[in-house]
Nanobody, 115 residues
Framework: QVQLVESGGGSVQAGGSLRLSCEAS????????MGWYRQAPGKQRDWVAD???????LYAESVKGRFSISRDNAKLTLYLQMNSLKAEDTGVYYC?????????WGQGTQVTVSS
């Protein structure tokens, strides 16, 4: 079992920035694919970005150029730097760890962007 704990959410005005963190409880983090997802009120959970164990990244078109995913394997921590935030970025952000065919989820952190 792996626990994931997100932090760094909050309220910000459009155009602002936030940095989310996700700390894992086990060192299996370092060999796992990690990702960020978000869920707006009344909508399904959508993929935002992925980062492989080797550091390769992939982004949803809606956040490309504004968000940056990174990881620190020594700290077992995943990050999401969010810049130029828009009202449509509002939602609960979840980190996900994928390893050996299983996906583990954090509890989520709320991001609210006001226009």
């Amino acid at each position: 079992q792996v626990q994931l704990v997100e932090s760094g959410g909050g309220s910000v005005q459009a155009g602002g920035s936030l940095r989310l963190s996700c700390e894992a409880s086990r060192s299996i983090f370092s060999i796992s694919m990690m990702g960020w997802y978000r869920q707006a009120p009344g909508k399904q959970r959508d993929w935002v970005a992925d980062i492989t164990s080797g550091g390769s990244t992939l982004y949803a078109e809606s956040v490309k150029g504004r968000f940056s995913i990174s990881r620190d394997n020594a700290k077992l921590t995943l990050y999401l730097q969010m810049n130029s935030l828009k009202a449509e970025d509002t939602g609960v952000y979840y980190c996900a760890l994928t390893v050996n065919g299983r996906i583990y989820w954090g509890q989520g952190t709320q991001v609210t962007v006001s226009s």
